[in-house]
Structure formats: C-alpha cells, structure tokens
C-alpha cells in the first residue's frame, strides 16, 4: 500500500497567480499521475510524473501551464500556472506502487479556488 | 460515449436500507476500482477487483467479465457512508472514471 499526503489541502488564489501544489508518498513509487477533477465531473488525468525526466501530459494540457516536477521516488509538484477561474477543481495526486501492480492509490486532494 | 459509465448518478436512502450502484465499461480491463470520495474531495480505494466478489464490512463489490459490469452493494447503509463512489477501469496503464455516483443516506 502507499499513503499520500498533499499540500496545501485547500487555497484560494487571485487569477494571474501561480499555485505549486506538493505530494508526498511514504514508499518508493513507480508510477505518480497528478488529475484534475472540475466541479461535478469526473476526474481527468493531466499527467504521468516521470522519475528524472518530463512528465508526459494528456490531450489538453501542456507543460507552460501545468509544469511538474518529479525528483525521486517519493515526491512530485504540480503548478498550476497564471490561474483563472476555470482552474477551481480538486487536483488529485495518485501513485501506482509497482510494475504490473494495477492498484492505485489516492491522495486527500487539493482543493483551489480561484477568484 | 464514455468508457465508464455509472447508474444512478444521484441516490437518496434511508438509513439501514440496502443500495446497489452499477457500472458499465466498454474497455478491456486489467482491473475495476470502486472509490470512495468524501466532501473534502480526498478519495478512498474501497475495492480492487479482476474477477467474481469481494466483501469487506458492510460493503460488497462484485464484477462479471463476460457482461463488462459491476456492482456496489451497501447493506444497512449508514449516514456516514453518504459520498460520491466512483468506478474506475485500469486498461494496461490507463485508468477510466465513471462520473461518480452521489448517496446521501438519511438518519
């Protein structure tokens, strides 16, 4: 299993700034997805993090907005760049812990509002 | 057409009554999640499943392959298990989210 942990849990911005958005696993992890979950919708994938290279982003997302950081194991950062009101969502760091290993794991969250 | 899809989309109960929620996919499927999110938005993994049933608690997750369904059953549900359950597909190394099913049990 793997325990996630997220920082901040909750914020509200102005529009125009820029929030970093940290997670934190327990464990070694092989696998780390940040996703976006827009207000009554389903979660949607941003981005696989990538140990020691670029994340490699999803149909939609681009780095100039969303760059993430990957430097070991145990640790990602999403920032969420030059924010409108559009970007109020729960952003949602997951883990899959080893290869062929298809339970994922989720972390608390990170609520942003934007104003 | 999404991949995943989830009925009913909104569930009201009282207290102690039995619920079903129902998934449907179309992919192949290495695995099926069903998740728990709370208000908070945090989310819970309640069950991963490839096959038959798994129980645990109060709550039980069944799955048929050959129908490319799912099945979450609540038994004498409880105000606290009120929160959005989600089915989630793993196809190789893609994962695909129904939109979310919303209970509200009622003391």
């Known amino acids: 299993s793997a325990v996630i942990s997220q920082k901040p849990s909750r914020d509200i911005c102005q529009r125009g700034t820029s929030l970093t958005i940290q997670c934190q696993v327990d464990s070694q992890v092989t696998m780390m997805f940040w996703y976006r979950q827009q207000p009554g919708q389903s979660l949607t994938l941003i981005a696989t993090?990538?140990?020691?290279?670029?994340?490699?982003?999803e149909s939609g997302f681009v780095i100039d907005k969303f760059p993430i950081s990957r430097p070991n194991l145990t640790f990602s950062t999403l920032t969420v760049s030059n924010m409108s009101p559009e970007d109020s969502s729960i952003y949602l760091c997951?883990?899959?812990?080893?290869?062929?290993?298809?339970?994922?794991?989720f972390g608390p969250g990170t609520r942003l509002t934007v104003t | 057409k999404n991949e995943v899809e989830q009925s009913p989309q909104n569930l009201t109960a009282q207290e102690g009554e039995f619920i079903t929620i129902n998934c449907s996919y179309s992919v192949g499927i290495s695995a099926l999640h069903w998740l728990q999110q709370h208000p908070g938005g945090g989310i819970v993994s309640l069950f991963m499943?490839?096959?038959g049933k798994k129980k645990h608690g109060r709550l039980i997750a069944t799955i048929n392959i050959q129908e490319k369904h799912s099945s979450l059953h609540i038994t004498a549900s409880h105000p606290r298990d009120s929160a959005v359950y989600i089915c989630a597909v793993g196809s190789g190394n893609q994962f695909y989210f129904g939109t979310g099913t919303s209970l509200t049990v009622i003391p």
């Open positions: 499943l490839s096959s």
């Open positions: 997951s883990v899959i812990p080893g290869q062929g290993v298809y339970e994922q794991y």
């Open positions: 993090a990538n140990q020691g290279s670029e994340a490699t982003y």
